[in-house]
């Protein structure tokens, strides 16, 4: 058995360590990347400006408030 434990710990990655370059592997890891196929263009700008706005300001989540001025910014009024 401790044979078994020595072979999987050599073969460890840290996947927490940055490149030397300083840029991440992979893609971009974004909570809603894929959900711009909407069949209606309103939805997809709405989703692509909420996106830019907690890309913005750093937030992974946004408050209604928050989303009425995202909003308000495309244009739209009561």
């Not at 370059?21 to 939805?43: A, C, K, T």
């Not at 913005?56 to 009024?77: A, K, P, Q, S």
């Amino acid at each position: 058995m401790p044979q078994l434990i020595e072979a999987t710990s050599s073969s460890f990655v840290d996947r927490r360590t940055v490149p030397s370059d300083g840029r991440p592997q992979g893609p971009e890891r974004r909570q809603f990347s894929n959900s711009y196929s909407s069949e209606r263009p309103e939805v997809a700008e709405l989703a692509e400006a909420v996106d830019r706005y907690k890309l913005r300001h750093r937030r992974r989540f946004i408050t209604f408030e928050e989303l009425y001025d995202v909003i308000e910014g495309l244009g739209y009024h009561k």
